[in-house]
């Protein structure tokens, strides 16, 4: 319990204070229309003028929110600052889709309940105006302010139409039939299957929260939500006057005629701070893509994977954090996220890119890995480069004892940390904090192994030379294997190195048991903290929060950070 | 990534219009909105376009995921054959139901929206794509040859233990080492 509190328990309270504030908006703002000032249109629409405005409320709170999240270099900016302080709050910002996710459904939660609510204000109001008798309440609201169009009531000003028409010519109902469409689209286009398998037309289709914004913005321009003005209010006491409507404005009348008044938009307020902030985020974006970046050495590594070393002035990085990589030959407008795999004591930065898709491929082409003769410096093609951005790996030195699991490609970020690691020892003879490194590496074929096992082979032979053999111990899973490697596995079972991949320790066949793995890191280790951290699929990451959790006894607390893009 | 299947966006956004046609419809009947009868519509329009629209076709080009319990919907869509495999028929039919629902304030957004997606939908017909049931795939039982059925009664001849001592030095090497002589049979 108390290690998940310690995991979970800042993201908790996180969304129930945001929770607490919708409920807070919503129901204070309902309360605010219950108000005096709003009897008279009360009249006309009854509870649903509150239940359109409480909604609005919390719409403009969320609207404000959402656009923080995904201002990243913002983010990375806090995320150093905060760390000093406190290493959880600096993991909670790592959480920032997760939340901009919750609150893009909030929106849309709350979008919803406003449209149904506006449905039966505009259908109200219409009533209003079709019933023309002059004995009715609502028809001698709705006839107010037919004289100088200020001071009306009702926004529906005549009979002869109807709530269509209406929505379509009135600024609010433009505004909002406009930022509904695109909230729509924003939300079909970001399904985990679109996204997933198309992320440019996630991508793309999410720009229309430009058209949100704007549109949210200048959606209450019409001042078209009316009450009573002060003025009036104090001449025609609605709980007095309402009842002599008949009468209003003729001699003898205390009850002058109503005066009614829209409120000035007030959403400006709310989001242009965040807009602002947003837009100074892409400028940042677009400063930094215009660095120059040079490309010094490409190489291809068997498994469809391509490395590139690369230097930008003054460019830093700690260990695990990714770049965003854009290449403009291929496209100007797509920027992808790649785990640096080069230590910040080396003098260059580098990535491995997985050929999968049609970018990486055209990456691969550009860079003349399709060519047999080596590329010409001058001919590989320009390259930009936006952040490092940090994620949870920066925290690995921070614990005395680490494990780390890093599923198939997802081992990136690791071979980053394990050079950094293996630099800081060596270098001055640092006092490194982290005494011990548990290294899982699960992969389900052999080809993907090359590159990765030539950077442990170097630091196995390293190691066995400081004499420090056993600071790391990696294990290797191959989870999946062809009949005809089996067998060649059975023959060279009592070899010295692995046939795999050279390497003394033995790649192990399946998936780990990490019930056992977990006890024995737990009973080799008591009285620490163990950071396990994860670059890989969700079910494992699961699997592993669940032994983190049961594993998590009174001296030994196993905290879990997963790497997510 | 690979391209981009038009038909998989166009599937979610009609799933989606057609819930806000159905709530849409649900209020103007609940609320006894003038033109009502529009919203009867729209609920039974909507019922209609969530039915066909919750199977997910099977893409071309990489794993398809699919909705939960959607099975018994893919056999439902399946047994209209072309009228569902083809996405032209499903743009206009999109185009032609959404029609209705603009004649009343509460069903305006679900027919805009159904409109997007027909339109979607005959972008991926002008590339070709149709819709392909997703069926379990029955699992293949294949027949052992007929030597394996048999499991050796007898254990293979082996010489005396000490000359079955392993050469250590030399693994690669003794995994081809016979004990015994054989000879060819000749």
Not at chain 1, 43 to 67: D, E, K
Not at chain 1, 399 to 410: D, H
Not at chain 1, 538 to 547: C, D, R, T, Y
Request: charged share 20%; hydrophobic share 45%; aromatic share 12%.
């Amino acid at each position: 319990m108390e290690n998940f509190a310690a995991n979970e328990g800042l993201s908790i309270f996180v969304i129930l204070v945001w929770l607490g504030i919708n409920a807070f908006l919503f129901v204070n703002f309902y309360i605010v229309f219950l108000d005096r000032r709003w009897f008279y249109t009360r009249v006309l629409l009854g509870q649903a003028l509150s239940w359109a405005r409480a909604p609005a409320a919390a719409l403009n709170f969320n609207c404000m929110l959402i656009l923080l999240p995904v201002c990243r270099n913002l983010l990375s900016f806090l995320r150093g600052t905060i760390q000093h302080c406190s290493r959880t709050a600096a993991r909670q910002l790592d959480r920032n889709l997760t939340f901009h996710k919750l609150v893009a459904y909030m929106i849309a939660f709350h979008t919803a309940v406003h449209i149904i609510a506006h449905l039966f204000n505009f259908e109200y109001f219409m009533d209003a105006q079709l019933n023309r008798n002059s004995s009715l309440l609502p028809f001698v609201l709705s006839e107010i302010g037919n004289g100088d169009n200020a001071s009306f009531l009702n926004p529906i000003r005549t009979n002869e139409t109807n709530p269509t028409i209406v929505m379509f010519t009135t600024i609010a109902g433009l505004t909002g039939v406009a930022i509904t469409l695109a909230l729509i689209l924003i939300i079909t286009s970001s399904m985990e299957v679109i996204r997933r398998s198309y992320f440019e037309v996630f991508w793309y289709t999410h720009h229309l929260f430009v058209i949100f914004f704007i549109g949210l913005v200048f959606h209450g321009y019409g001042r078209i939500v009316r009450g009573q003005t002060p003025a009036s209010l104090r001449a025609n006491n609605p709980e007095v006057c309402a009842d002599q409507f008949e009468d209003w404005g003729k001699n003898g009348s205390h009850c002058p005629v109503p005066e009614f008044a829209g409120n000035p938009p007030g959403t400006w307020k709310w989001v242009l701070a965040p807009m602002i902030l947003y837009v100074c985020e892409r400028i940042v974006r677009i400063y930094r893509s215009h660095q120059k970046v040079v490309i010094t050495k490409v190489v291809m590594h068997p498994s469809k994977t391509l490395e590139l070393q690369m230097k930008k002035k003054g460019f830093s990085m700690e260990v695990g954090q990714y770049v965003f990589i854009q290449c403009p030959s291929i496209s100007r407008l797509e920027w992808h996220p790649f785990t640096l795999t080069s230590a910040p004591e080396e003098d260059y930065f580098s990535a491995h890119i997985r050929i999968v898709g049609d970018w990486t491929q055209a990456l691969y082409e550009a860079c003349g890995g399709d060519k047999n003769e080596t590329q010409e410096a001058w001919k590989l093609p320009k390259i930009a480069i936006d952040g490092p951005f940090g994620t949870a790996s920066e925290d690995v030195f921070r614990y005395e004892v680490v494990m780390l699991v890093g599923a198939g490609i997802g081992v990136t970020p690791f071979a980053s940390i394990l050079k950094s690691v293996w630099y800081k020892h060596i270098q001055n003879n640092q006092e490194v904090f982290t005494k011990k490194i548990y290294f899982y590496w699960l992969c389900p074929e052999t080809q993907a192994f090359e590159w990765f096992a030539d950077l442990l082979q170097s630091l196995e032979g390293q190691m066995t030379e400081k004499g420090m053999a056993d600071f790391l111990s990696y294990n290797i899973y191959l989870t999946r294997w062809k009949e005809t490697e089996a067998a060649h596995f059975r023959v060279h079972h009592e070899a010295e190195n692995d046939p795999i991949t050279g390497l003394k320790q033995k790649t192990l066949y399946g998936k780990p048991n990490w019930d056992n793995e977990f006890t024995n890191i737990a009973s080799k280790h008591p009285g620490t903290k163990v950071g396990v951290f994860l670059c890989g699929p969700p079910a494992l990451g699961k699997s592993l929060e669940k032994q983190c959790l049961s594993h998590s006894e009174d001296d030994v607390k196993f905290i879990f950070n997963k790497e997510n893009f | 990534m690979g391209k981009i299947e038009w038909a998989m966006w166009a599937n979610e956004q009609a799933l989606a219009s057609g819930l806000i046609l159905l709530t849409g419809g649900i209020v103007g009947v609940a609320g006894q909105f003038r033109g009502w009868q529009f919203a009867a519509y729209a609920v039974a329009a909507g019922v209609f376009v969530c039915l066909l629209e919750y199977p997910r076709s099977k893409r071309s080009k990489g794993t398809s995921v699919e909705r939960t319990g959607q099975y018994c919907f893919t056999v439902c869509v399946k047994t209209f054959g072309p009228l569902t495999r083809n996405y032209y028929v499903r743009a206009f039919l999109h185009a032609a139901i959404c029609v209705p629902g603009g004649f009343m304030l509460a069903t305006v957004l679900g027919c805009v929206c159904l409109g997007i997606a027909s339109l979607i939908y005959l972008a991926a017909a002008i590339r070709g794509e149709h819709w392909e049931p997703i069926l379990p795939r029955k699992a293949e039982t294949r027949k052992p040859p007929e030597s394996i059925k048999k499991p050796p009664q007898n254990p293979p001849p082996r010489p005396p233990p000490e000359m079955r001592k392993k050469r250590v030095d030399d693994l690669e090497g003794a995994a081809y080492d016979n004990p015994i002589d054989v000879t060819a049979n000749e």
